[in-house]
């Protein structure tokens, strides 16, 4: 009998899952459900880049539909699972909710900005975890300096002008260091405007940022951000930000108009409305394997993976034991679950993951990067011509490789486009404003 595969999140692991399902699976054995409510999968590595106008926005997206051609693409919500009844409901932004019948769960929901209970946050600060976040930061920065040019110096001026990231982690570090490279680009088109002028300040509340890499290459980053005028605050947590006044713990005080949140994820909430067991973190508890599993063992025809998993490294080099949220592993997880999904239905023993890391690379603005291999460390624009030959051969599929390059080699000769195109966010302004209107 055709099995029902449904893969809730076409992200790094269910996209992966899915493409592998349909390598592997033969003709009949199993029909493949991705439920996602983005009808695209996110190459979240790129958002830095996008924020800084380096990387189209579009370009950082592959379309579901466009490469999983043997599976059905739903574009809309899994809101509920009960596994017990096998059953998922699906809920879409129009229309009436609907329960699914399946077989075999996959569940590759990802993760989400883990945030705190600090005011002002859910208010005025943007996350970095989609193409629409990352575009808006983009659009605010451009449209920030073209109206700031327009100010005499001043508070009001200043406030346009100060950009402040919350979290020194990786994805922190990379949106802030790319985001000065932005500023510091756009100041040649905005003569009234100087140096100094523009503020960037990291709230970091550990004493240290980026713990993929070591101290030494740390440092190395602090001294390089330093040196380009935007500062890291060690050992500091963001107090308040309402209205955009931001308070730190330190008592510095200051205003920004923007400020980005990348101060860590958690497994996505949804894992809540259903029967399948969480661990302590809220993620779904699943075994090397990728099956989940509860205290009985595995629990049949449930198989998870990725950043809203906690599956364990079996190379003992994980956070807690655990594989840490990355790509590197979502990727390969989605990979083997997908043959290991397809030898169960066929009665094989599934494989274990297990994974060494391969080190972690990043860019800090262009032609500026650092990588960390265990003790081998690169800096400066080596690494920023690893981190783009890495990332770009990385994103899936060539169509995606080939926009990716050709708009890097087009804007070495031609610069980053730095149009804001914040309008579209009141796209019907503009004809609103003339539109004609039967009298009253
Ligand atoms: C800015 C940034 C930079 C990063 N850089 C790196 C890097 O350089 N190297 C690296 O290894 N990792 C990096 N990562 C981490 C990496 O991107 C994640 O670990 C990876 O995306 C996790 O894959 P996933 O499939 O688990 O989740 P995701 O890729 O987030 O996919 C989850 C999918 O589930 C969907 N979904 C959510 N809710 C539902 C629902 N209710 N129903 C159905 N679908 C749902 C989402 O729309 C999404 O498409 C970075 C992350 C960020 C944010």
Request: hydrophobic share 45%; charged share 20%.
């Amino acid at each position: 009998m055709t099995k029902k595969i449904l893969i809730v999140g076409g992200g790094y692991a269910g996209f992966y899952t899915a493409l592998g399902l349909e390598k592997w699976l033969a003709r009949g054995e199993a029909e493949v459900t991705v439920v996602d409510p983005l009808p695209y999968m996110t190459y979240q590595p790129f958002l830095p880049e996008v924020a800084a106008g380096s990387i189209e926005p579009r370009h950082a997206v592959v379309a579901l539909r466009r490469h999983l051609y043997k599976s059905e693409v739903v574009t809309a919500r899994v809101t509920a699972i009960n596994h017990a009844a096998k059953t998922a409901t699906i809920t879409p932004e129009v229309g009436e909710p609907w329960e699914f019948a399946y077989d075999i769960i996959v569940v590759t929901a990802g993760s989400v900005s883990r945030t705190f209970p600090i005011p002002g946050v859910a208010d005025e600060a943007i996350g970095l975890k989609t193409i629409e976040e990352a575009t808006a930061i983009r659009d605010r920065i451009l449209a920030n300096f073209a109206r700031a040019a327009n100010l005499p110096a001043g508070a009001e001026r200043d406030r346009l002008l100060t950009f402040t990231v919350i979290g020194g982690g990786f994805a922190g570090i990379e949106v802030f260091g790319e985001m000065r490279s932005l500023a510091s680009s756009l100041l040649r088109y905005y003569p009234t405007l100087k140096f100094d002028d523009v503020a960037f300040h990291l709230v970091e509340a550990m004493g240290r940022i980026m713990p993929e890499v070591s101290l030494k290459t740390s440092h190395w980053v602090l001294k390089n951000l330093a040196q380009r005028g935007a500062e890291v605050h060690l050992d500091t947590q963001l107090k308040s930000a309402v209205g955009g006044n931001v308070e730190l713990s330190t008592g510095e005080r200051f205003e920004s108009d923007l400020i980005v949140w990348t101060a860590g994820v958690m497994a996505n909430p949804v894992l809540r409305n259903t029967d399948l067991p969480t661990e302590e973190r809220g993620r779904l508890r699943a075994q090397a394997d990728l099956r989940v599993i509860n205290d009985d063992g595995v629990i049949p025809d449930a198989w998870a993976s990725g950043d809203v998993a906690a599956v364990p490294d079996l190379t003992g080099k994980g956070v807690g034991g655990m594989c840490v949220p990355n790509a590197q592993h979502a990727v390969r997880q989605g990979k083997l679950m997908a043959k290991n999904i397809v030898g169960s239905i066929r009665g094989d023993v599934p494989v274990e993951y297990k994974h060494e890391n391969l080190g972690a690379v990043a860019t800090l603005g262009l032609g500026i990067g650092v990588f960390q291999s265990g003790k081998i460390s690169v800096k400066g624009l080596p690494a920023w011509v690893m981190h783009r030959g890495y990332h770009g051969l990385a994103i899936p599929m060539w169509e995606r490789k080939i926009r990716v390059f050709t708009m890097w080699i087009l804007n070495f000769f031609l610069r980053r486009d730095i149009v804001s195109i914040e309008a579209r966010e009141t796209p019907r302004e503009a004809f609103v404003e003339y539109a004609s209107r039967p009298k009253a």
